[in-house]
């Protein structure tokens, strides 16, 4: 988590936010601990970043192409997520004099509040959040008389006294002084499509897994059947499959090309078909696995 900002007022609605990602791959008590000096301020860049995470044994990878701040017609939104275990995100939509602060726990919303006021959201860790907010103090009071551009700015300003190895240099920042009257329904529908896109990954993960286990049944050396009527007939250990997918076709009688004749024991040696005994190589368009 790095930092996302939101404002929202009667001269319309700004959002920032950074582009880092940090990546933790090791013990989780280590990685915990790593966190807690990470985001407390404790680790002040990333040579110490990466010196501390090698000294708990923890792999660390950095990169700055994650977008958080985005734009759907009139309505600005902001993103920071936590992905391990559980998939844990904190959404803000803004537009003028309104937001609406979403927290998602996989696919069920834990928590949602609509405001119909002007305020100023901070999602981030506590050391970059208490800069923010230390800085903004001296500015936040003359927001709703200042232009839209003119506050943009100031935002900008901000972000750029922000340091520390969880920030990108890079940053992102969109206005609008347009006001969204169909607000909530550009919520639910960004909300829905959250579902469905997460409902397609578990798919895909799912296809991965039958794809992974199909491959590792694929058999390279042993007996697999006998050849009957001038096809092989598999054995009760083994099935053919026409490809390497998901939800294959399955058959336990196939053609084959090559000198064979009926009675021939079809075996696979190191991944090629042969006939027993006579060292007689075939071939066959489909993939014989164990069952």
């Not at 807690?36 to 301020?41: F, N, W």
């Not at 927001?143 to 972000?159: A, P, Q, T, W």
Request: with cysteine; glycine share 8%.
């Amino acid at each position: 988590m790095s930092i996302v900002i939101g404002y929202c007022g009667n001269n319309g609605a700004i959002i920032a936010g950074d582009r880092r990602n940090i990546i933790f791959r090791g013990n989780p008590k280590k990685r915990a601990e790593l966190e807690k000096d990470l985001y407390s301020g404790k680790i002040r860049n990333e040579e110490e970043l990466k010196n501390r995470a090698e000294e708990l044994g923890v792999k660390v990878f950095i990169e700055d192409k994650q977008t958080k701040v985005r734009k759907i017609g009139d309505v600005l939104v902001g993103e920071v997520k936590s992905l391990g275990a559980d998939s844990k995100r904190r959404r803000m939509y803004l537009t003028n004099g309104t937001y609406a602060i979403i927290e998602i726990l996989n696919d069920k919303i834990i928590n949602k509040s609509i405001n119909n006021k002007s305020g100023i959201i901070i999602f981030g860790n506590k050391y970059l959040k208490d800069i923010v907010q230390r800085e903004l103090k001296e500015c936040m009071n003359n927001f709703g008389r200042m232009n839209i551009e003119d506050v943009m700015n100031s935002i900008k300003n901000i972000l750029k006294k922000c340091d520390g190895p969880t920030l990108s240099k890079e940053l992102d920042i969109i206005h609008t002084n347009i006001k969204a009257f169909d607000f909530e329904k550009i919520i639910e529908k960004d909300l829905n499509d959250l579902k469905e896109y997460r409902n397609e990954l578990k798919q895909k993960m799912v296809d991965f897994k039958k794809v992974m286990t199909i491959a590792d049944k694929i058999e390279h050396n042993g007996e697999v059947g006998v050849i009957k009527n001038g096809k092989l007939v598999l054995d009760g250990n083994h099935v053919a499959i026409d490809k390497v997918c998901p939800n294959p076709n399955l058959f336990n009688e196939i053609e084959v090309e090559g000198d064979v004749e009926d009675g021939d024991i079809v075996v696979i040696e190191n991944g090629s078909l042969k006939i027993k005994g006579k060292d007689t190589p075939i071939s066959t368009k489909y993939t014989i696995c164990k069952k």
